[in-house]
């Protein structure tokens, strides 16, 4: 109710009313701003809830299951975890979206949340994803606009910090957790299993990173670097906790090959430190990088403290 915002501001600036504490949740602020209501500008602490991470779970994380299932806590407490994910996306399109009136056009956005499940992972190419939707590009701007106010979405920008070469452009879109992400990518038989799970994977780490740094007070920026020749490093962090290039694989087995657009990122940032994180059970380093398992890595990553 955004008018209770109103009088919870009244309530604050009350002199006789000091020990007055709110906790005001809420999945959008996007009508909040539509109705112009108090916002609290100055006078509340913006807090972001993630989906579960592994070390909140502890001897109850398992990272296939995470792959496939995700760690919204309403998901991972679920005695049907798939039969919840199927209708979680379609919670959001019935009551948030339709009810709001946010979108003229139920199933076209229905029909985006399909396609753009394709990009997850990936740099976004907003004509593409028109085409493929049979839309205006207004339109997806505009869809991918309410995906990110209702939360359910992030994207990560290119690091271009004293940038050597040419970048590229497009920022990378995720789903902000990777149960939803596989609950909407349609899989058949012409869909490859690994690609699905290659997506998967990275997200998972990457919705671990967001959550990381969200709770350790922000203090560092998530991008990912690439050049317009292709090369790619999956995230690049930078702030108070240094300079790190980590490149994310769905791979055992360490190929040398792996380790080449971090070797690049290196060469451009001689001061950034190197990870990789993959399927494997070793944890050693190759060439100057740093190589963890991904359970291990995801387990250890707590709010506050070093990435490795």
Not at 18 to 32: D, E, H, M, N, Y
Not at 268 to 274: C, I, K, T
Request: glycine residues 8%; proline residues 4%.
């Amino acid at each position: 109710m955004p008018e209770l915002l109103t009088v919870v501001h009244a309530l604050i600036e009350q002199a006789a009313a000091p020990a007055l504490q709110f906790i005001l949740t809420g999945s959008s602020a996007r009508k909040v701003r539509r109705a112009g209501v108090d916002l609290l500008a100055g006078r509340a602490l913006l807090r972001h809830m993630h989906p579960f991470v592994a070390a909140e779970l502890g001897d109850r994380f398992d990272l296939e299951r995470a792959l496939t299932e995700g760690m919204v806590p309403l998901v991972v407490a679920a005695a049907s975890p798939e039969q919840t994910l199927r209708s979680y996306a379609a919670l959001y399109v019935e009551q948030e979206v339709q009810m709001e009136g946010l979108v003229r056009n139920i199933g076209a956005f229905a029909r985006f949340l399909e396609v753009v499940s394709f990009s997850h992972g990936s740099p976004l190419n907003v004509a593409n994803i028109a085409r493929e939707c049979e839309t205006e590009r207004n339109t997806v701007a505009g869809y991918l606009s309410i995906l990110q106010d209702l939360l359910l979405a992030f994207q990560l920008p290119v690091f271009t910090r004293r940038a050597k070469r040419a970048l590229a452009a497009h920022p990378k879109f995720f789903y902000f957790d990777t149960g939803v992400f596989r609950s909407l990518r349609p899989r058949g038989p012409l869909d490859r299993a690994e690609e699905i799970e290659g997506a998967a994977l990275e997200g998972l780490v990457v919705q671990h990173l967001r959550t990381w740094n969200d709770y350790s007070g922000g203090r560092n920026s998530l991008s990912y670097w690439c050049t317009r020749s292709g090369v790619e490093v999956d995230v690049v962090i930078y702030g108070e906790d240094g300079l790190w290039g980590i490149e994310i694989k769905n791979t055992r087995r360490i190929d040398g090959r792996d380790l080449r657009a971090l070797r690049s990122v290196a060469d451009d940032y001689p001061e950034a430190r190197l990870l990789f994180v993959y399927r494997g059970t070793e944890r050693l380093e190759r060439e100057g990088v740093l190589c963890l398992p991904c359970a291990d890595f995801l387990r250890q990553l707590r709010p506050g403290r070093a990435l490795a």
